[in-house]
């Protein structure tokens, strides 16, 4: 069983694992001939099924799995990866590989990084004394501070010159064997009643928030009150529980209620793509719950689909706007909404998807 | 059906920072008279804040005053009378929530003046990447926020609009409590009035607190130093006192000089003496305490204006024989001499110069066990 | 009567408030002693595994300084007669110090001098210190603070039996650091024989065999030779310390712009952190833990950390009393005098300590909260914004947010998060540290919040 592979887009691969670490300490990372997958399945909350092709994350020609089913299984704990992943951002290269250190696997990041120095440490500029400091150099005052201080080393150099730091992060995983993950599987789902792109999921993550923040301080002020003592209290305790709702004709609409407020977002002008029609006949489309919705005016409740949702769970599955997707939601009324995230870049969007699967909560 | 009120405002954080002076208490009473919105809140009947959105602040603003059929529950409490006849509508609202239901605009905390000017001040970037749009404060400018009241009884409804999205919030208003009554400031017996930089009162807040004491004691004497003192006491490690005195001290770095200052040697001439950062210092104590005015307040109530202190121009502090303690805040909108933003720069909608609002505090003091002939009613039940 | 005083510029006063800060994160309370040509202010923490001192220098740091010493505290204490001795806490002495450094907003008030003065008076039995800050504009705030009389533990350490020396600028530490786990709690330090210097962050938790996923990340560092100023240490010899203590001092260094001399001899012996800049000596003397033999066993391997700490890693020596204050290790050194305490437990580098004294002391102190509630998140700030992603702590946007003490640092506090003040805090008020958290990452500006000053433990 072997891994090792370069490193490519870093930062990508810091932030997914980053989005991902908000929704689940341990991620099950699967890593296959030609793509890796990531999912997470918490005990409770959204799960995130993602498939990246190789070059996404990895320089696919250093890449090397060798296993005797092709493929490898890894429980990561995907925060310390994350901050291991951090270390390598902005360095020159970085490998990471499968290891073992005793009988712990691990994954190690081999991390190079360079970083020019002005040089002239304190003992190039003593041992030259008759020559004019480099002015505007930090490290000139260094020296000067440091007038008794003897330097006796042979090591220093002077003059500008490269550092290079070898940083190595040594990540602690499990591998799986395929007998273990053979029972989990992706959630299947009914066709979505309503199919849109989200708008800016920074405006939408901000808006959330502020829901969430008056759901919890209207909780509050009525708790102040004393009216309600007790249904109040039970929903304190709770997070607060967003509406999310959308129609096929471009609106999405946030919302939610309390004692003291009713308050809701509504976009417009967004876009219900299409689906991917190819294989279905002109009949089967029509049946389609989403044509159906389509079929009803713009104004018409019915053509609502709604869930009921987390908004905490949700403000972390936004998280994943730091990659800037496109992201597709699926609504199916009352029951989930699915998120097709789509990631930019160079490589194939199709291949390089995250499904996060999102349970609605009965009202 | 009309409205009885309606009010649209093109510049959301006006009204956000003079609402944020008095968010110390999650919900506040809400008068609309044809002059503007009275927002007033109090906690245990020791410190009551009021905070008037003048309708200067706003691009348009209707009121009908309802008919006197419902003058019976919507009596003007402030006054301390329902039966007066005042039919202005008056109700209860949670002012966390009207405070955050503003910010849905995006108005990051605007913990220091300079930085709540310049977003009512700088327009350059229009509307370009959503990222942006929470953070750029220009795009402020370009939305909208209608206030709306139908009728007694409704919730008072926010609407905030901007380029594809828009947020409707509803309010629901509560009828007000019956024995609201303000702290009676008696301004034919003001014993004390200091006008001065709000940064300054705010700064020397700021200084007694990291002490964290549980006292502020208020020291001002027209004759003898210190002229104009606060001190905090009660603090487990460490008594704190901020003086303010006569700056004898030329100060060539400094740029300019307040306007109060004149040269130490002008200065030492005059009679009445006054501390260097005070535009006015009126000090007259009854002649029963000798020629010192002191006053103590509890510090946690004091601090309870520390936002409006920090976001005011200028703050009038005045107290009267009873020691009941005002503070009146002036908040200038547009005008960004001190924080150096141009000026020129204006949201469209807003009014041309700068529009000035005011918030007050009052304070009810801590009994003084030297001074027994303060009035010791109704002071106790605070300690 | 023993009479102290100085005066400070606006400068001095910041490089006092970051001595503070730092000294704040080995413990609660500061050591204070006034010599005729010295003011030095140290810690002892409360493993007694680190020792940390800043001498200021009469001349160099202050405008102006006077000390005079009474007879009747000399006769009282049986003490070293030219020296004054007082304790205080650390965090009474930064509430007054926070934030008067860089009130840029205010630049008409802003502090012109602060003058400090103490007088000890036998005949009262409330001692005082009180602490004025000349500011504009006629603006005058002063402070009266508590302390109490103590005796004061030095360590001892002696420079020249140290063996292994390497000097270093600050900065290049800082970038070592910054790759270590926040929750990592040791430092392991050699040189590979090829040049390189290597700094291993791990941590000796006991690690049950289903608990391996919630190892922290093992980290090592590698730099070159070439990168130190001075570099003379024996190859293969691991020495290991707090990496707390570690990250704390070259916080500190860095505020300095000052160049680090580490100084040791091998494991179970101290080493001493040491650099001088603008009047400043400063000094960090921590206990070390290792192997005997270094060469058995390489210590990046976990099975190594293992055997440590089942080991009953190494405690310092603890000296009985040596009320000797004619040690001669100790006299031969001019800085460091001998402690004159009756409990005086030094932290010792003299000839008995090559026993390792298997004192639990030197375990992984529990006393200290380890702070792995994402400063993580903190330490690597990528170009973009990326942290407006992460979630916000709603408890953290309730709060409401006051303008005090918004011109504190902020500079300071974004380079140096780990080791801003809100650190300091988090060790006493857990629940907060969140808050405390979210607040970096929101990059909002380091007010002080209502509820920091009420949940100071100390304060309450």
């Known amino acids: 069983m072997r891994f090792r592979t370069q490193l490519a887009n870093t930062v990508t691969f810091a932030k997914l694992t980053a989005s991902l670490s908000s929704l689940g300490k341990i991620c099950w990372m699967r890593l296959e001939a030609d793509a890796i997958r990531f999912t997470i399945i918490p005990d409770q909350g959204t799960q995130v099924w993602a498939q990246l092709p190789v070059d996404s994350i990895f320089e696919e020609s250093t890449y090397n799995l060798v296993s005797n089913s092709g493929v490898i299984n890894?429980?990561?704990?995907?925060?310390?990866?994350?901050?291991?992943?951090?270390?390598?951002?902005?360095?020159?290269?970085?490998?990471?590989?499968?290891?073992?250190?005793?009988?712990?696997?691990?994954?190690?990041?081999?991390?190079?990084?360079?970083?020019?120095?002005?040089?002239?440490?304190?003992?190039?500029?003593?041992?030259?004394?008759?020559?004019?400091?480099?002015?505007?150099?930090?490290?000139?005052?260094?020296?000067?501070?440091?007038?008794?201080?003897?330097?006796?080393?042979?090591?220093?150099?002077?003059?500008?010159?490269?550092?290079?730091?070898?940083?190595?992060?040594?990540?602690?995983?499990?591998?799986?064997?395929?007998?273990?993950?053979?029972?989990?599987?992706?959630?299947?789902?009914?066709?979505?009643?309503?199919?849109?792109?989200?708008?800016?999921?920074?405006?939408?993550?901000?808006?959330?928030?502020?829901?969430?923040?008056?759901?919890?301080?209207?909780?509050?002020?009525?708790?102040?009150?004393?009216?309600?003592?007790?249904?109040?209290?039970?929903?304190?305790?709770?997070?607060?529980?967003?509406?999310?709702?959308?129609?096929?004709?471009?609106?999405?609409k946030?919302?939610?209620?309390?004692?003291?407020?009713?308050?809701?977002?509504?976009?417009?002008?967004?876009?219900?793509?299409?689906?991917?029609?190819?294989?279905?006949?002109?009949?089967?489309?029509?049946?389609?719950?989403?044509?159906?919705?389509?079929?009803?005016?713009?104004?018409?409740?019915?053509?609502?689909?709604?869930?009921?949702?987390?908004?905490?769970?949700?403000?972390?599955?936004?998280s994943i706007g730091r990659l800037s997707p496109k992201v597709v939601a699926c609504f199916i009324n009352e029951t989930a909404l699915i998120l097709y995230v789509y990631l930019p870049g160079s490589w194939n969007g199709e291949e390089s998807c995250l499904t996060y699967y999102i349970n609605s909560y009965s009202s | 059906m009309d409205p009885i009120f309606s009010a649209v405002s093109s510049n959301v954080h006006q009204l956000y920072t003079l609402l944020q002076c008095i968010g110390f208490s999650p919900r506040a009473t809400v008068q609309i008279t044809p002059d503007g919105i009275r927002v007033s809140v109090e906690e245990g009947r020791v410190v009551q804040a009021l905070a008037f959105l003048d309708k200067a602040l706003f691009t348009s603003y209707t009121f009908r005053a309802p008919h006197g059929t419902i003058a019976d529950n919507t009596g003007h409490s402030s006054e301390g009378n329902d039966n007066d006849g005042d039919a202005y509508p008056h109700f209860v609202i949670s002012l966390s929530a009207l405070l955050e239901t503003l910010k849905i605009f995006g108005i990051n905390d605007p913990s220091s003046t300079a930085q709540s000017r310049s977003t009512t001040s700088s327009m350059q970037q229009p509307t370009s990447s959503a990222s942006n749009a929470f953070t750029a404060p220009s795009l402020l400018l370009d939305r909208s926020c209608t206030l709306q009241y139908l009728q007694p009884g409704s919730p008072l409804s926010i609407t905030l609009s901007e380029t594809g999205v828009k947020t409707t919030c509803e309010l629901t208003t509560y009828e007000p409590e019956e024995d609201e009554a303000d702290i009676p400031l008696q301004r034919d017996a003001i014993v004390m009035k200091i006008i001065m930089r709000s940064a300054w009162l705010h700064n020397a807040i700021s200084e007694l607190a990291s002490t964290n004491p549980t006292i502020l004691k208020i020291s001002a004497s027209a004759k003898r130093e210190p002229f104009f003192a606060l001190s905090g006491s009660g603090g487990p490690f460490s008594e704190s006192t901020v003086e303010f005195s006569i700056d004898e001290q030329q100060q060539p770095q400094n740029g300019?000089?307040?306007?109060?200052?004149?040269?130490?040697?002008?200065?030492?001439?005059?009679?009445?003496?006054?501390?260097?950062?005070?535009?006015?210092?009126?000090?007259?104590?009854?002649?029963?305490?000798?020629?010192?005015?002191?006053?103590?307040?509890?510090?946690?109530?004091?601090?309870?204006?520390?936002?409006?202190?920090?976001?005011?121009?200028?703050?009038?502090?005045?107290?009267?024989?009873?020691?009941?303690?005002s503070l009146q805040f002036m908040i200038e909108f547009g005008d960004d001499a001190s924080s150096g933003m141009s000026a020129g720069a204006r949201a469209p909608g807003a009014a041309l110069g700068s529009t000035v609002s005011f918030v007050d505090f009052r304070f009810v003091p801590l009994l003084d066990d030297d001074e027994v002939e303060n009035d010791q009613a109704d002071e106790e039940e605070e300690d | 009567m023993t009479k102290l005083s100085f005066t400070l510029s606006p400068a001095a006063l910041v490089r006092l408030h970051n001595a503070l800060t730092c000294l704040s994160k080995f413990n609660e309370s500061v050591s204070i002693e006034a010599e005729y040509d010295l003011l030095r202010l140290s810690v002892l923490n409360s493993t007694k595994t680190a020792y940390t001192a800043f001498i200021f220098d009469a001349d160099k740091f202050f405008d102006k300084y006077s000390f005079t010493i009474g007879r009747e505290y000399a006769a009282e204490r049986n003490a070293r007669s030219d020296r004054f001795c007082c304790q205080m806490y650390l965090k009474a002495l930064l509430s007054i110090f926070k934030g008067k450094t860089s009130e840029k907003k205010d630049k008409d008030t802003a502090v012109e001098r602060c003058e400090v003065e103490l007088h000890e008076d036998a005949q009262q039995t409330e001692c005082r210190l009180s602490i004025r800050m000349i500011c504009g504009l006629g603006v005058i705030k002063s402070y009266k603070l508590t302390y109490e009389p103590a005796t004061v533990q030095h360590a001892v350490f002696d420079r020249t039996r140290t063996i292994n020396q390497w000097a270093i600028e600050a900065k290049f530490l800082r970038g070592i650091v910054d790759h270590f786990s926040p929750s990592a709690e040791q430092l392991d330090i050699y040189s590979d024989g090829n040049g390189k210097a290597i700094f291993t962050s791990f941590t000796t938790k006991v690690t049950d065999g289903k608990e391996i996923l919630k190892q922290p990340i093992h980290t090592s560092v590698a730099i070159d030779r070439?990168?130190?100023?001075?570099?003379?240490?024996?190859?293969?010899?691991?020495?290991?310390?707090?990496?707390?203590?570690?990250?704390?001092?070259?916080?500190?260094?860095?505020?300095?712009?000052?160049?680090?001399?580490?100084?040791?001899?091998?494991?179970?012996?101290?080493?001493?952190?040491?650099?001088?800049?603008?009047?400043?000596?400063?000094?960090?003397?921590?206990?070390?833990?290792?192997?005997?033999?270094?060469?058995?066993?390489?210590?990046?391997?976990?099975?190594?950390?293992?055997?440590?700490?089942?080991r009953q890693t190494p405690a310092p020596l603890v000296q009985p009393s040596s009320s000797n204050n004619n040690d001669t290790t100790a006299a031969s050194n001019r800085d460091m005098p001998p402690p004159s305490s009756r409990r005086a437990r030094p932290l010792t580098g003299t000839a008995s300590a090559s026993v390792c004294n298997p004192e639990p002391s030197m375990e992984a102190e529990p006393s200290r909260p380890s702070a792995s509630i994402d400063f993580d998140n903190s330490l690597f700030v990528p170009a973009d914004d990326d942290r407006q992603w992460d979630e916000t702590n709603e408890e953290e946007t309730t709060e409401d947010v006051l303008g005090w003490d918004a011109s504190m640092d902020q500079e300071t506090l974004h380079r140096y998060p780990e080791d801003s003040e809100s650190r300091m805090f988090n060790r006493d008020m857990e629940p907060e540290s969140e808050t405390v958290t979210a607040e970096d990452e929101m990059g909002i500006p380091p007010t002080q919040r209502i509820s920091q000053l009420h949940g100071l433990g100390l304060f309450d």
């Open chain 1, 74 to 252: 890894l429980e990561v704990p995907i925060g310390a990866l994350n901050r291991a992943l951090r270390s390598a951002i902005g360095a020159s290269s970085a490998h990471i590989r499968l290891t073992k250190k005793g009988n712990i696997p691990l994954l190690a990041l081999t991390i190079i990084s360079s970083s020019w120095t002005q040089g002239n440490n304190a003992l190039g500029i003593v041992g030259n004394e008759n020559e004019p400091a480099p002015t505007g150099d930090d490290t000139t005052t260094v020296t000067a501070d440091h007038d008794g201080n003897n330097p006796r080393g042979p090591e220093g150099g002077a003059g500008p010159r490269e550092r290079e730091t070898v940083i190595t992060q040594e990540v602690p995983v499990k591998v799986l064997h395929e007998s273990v993950v053979r029972g989990l599987h992706e959630p299947r789902c009914r066709d979505p009643d309503v199919h849109i792109i989200l708008p800016s999921l920074i405006q939408l993550k901000n808006i959330s928030e502020r829901f969430n923040k008056l759901a919890t301080d209207a909780n509050t002020s009525a708790k102040l009150k004393a009216s309600s003592s007790i249904t109040v209290s039970t929903m304190s305790l709770v997070s607060p529980k967003l509406e999310l709702s959308a129609n096929m004709h471009g609106s999405l």
């Open chain 1, 254 to 318: 946030l919302a939610i209620a309390t004692d003291a407020l009713r308050i809701s977002s509504v976009w417009s002008g967004l876009v219900n793509p299409p689906l991917d029609t190819e294989r279905l006949s002109q009949t089967e489309i029509e049946q389609l719950p989403s044509e159906r919705m389509r079929a009803l005016a713009s104004d018409d409740e019915a053509g609502w689909a709604k869930v009921r949702i987390d908004g905490k769970d949700w403000g972390r599955v936004l």
């Open chain 2, 256 to 325: 300019h000089v307040p306007p109060t200052t004149q040269t130490g040697h002008s200065r030492s001439k005059r009679t009445k003496m006054a501390p260097t950062v005070t535009e006015t210092f009126l000090v007259n104590p009854p002649s029963s305490v000798g020629n010192r005015i002191k006053q103590d307040y509890r510090f946690a109530l004091i601090r309870k204006a520390a936002r409006a202190m920090a976001v005011a121009n200028k703050v009038s502090i005045r107290g009267d024989r009873q020691g009941v303690l």
């Open chain 3, 226 to 310: 070439k990168d130190f100023e001075d570099f003379l240490v024996e190859d293969h010899l691991h020495v290991a310390i707090n990496v707390k203590d570690f990250k704390a001092a070259v916080a500190h260094a860095e505020t300095l712009n000052a160049s680090v001399t580490a100084r040791y001899s091998r494991p179970c012996r101290p080493l001493q952190l040491a650099y001088e800049s603008d009047g400043i000596n400063s000094e960090f003397t921590l206990m070390t833990r290792g192997e005997a033999d270094p060469d058995d066993i390489p210590p990046s391997s976990r099975r190594v950390i293992r055997e440590l700490s089942a």
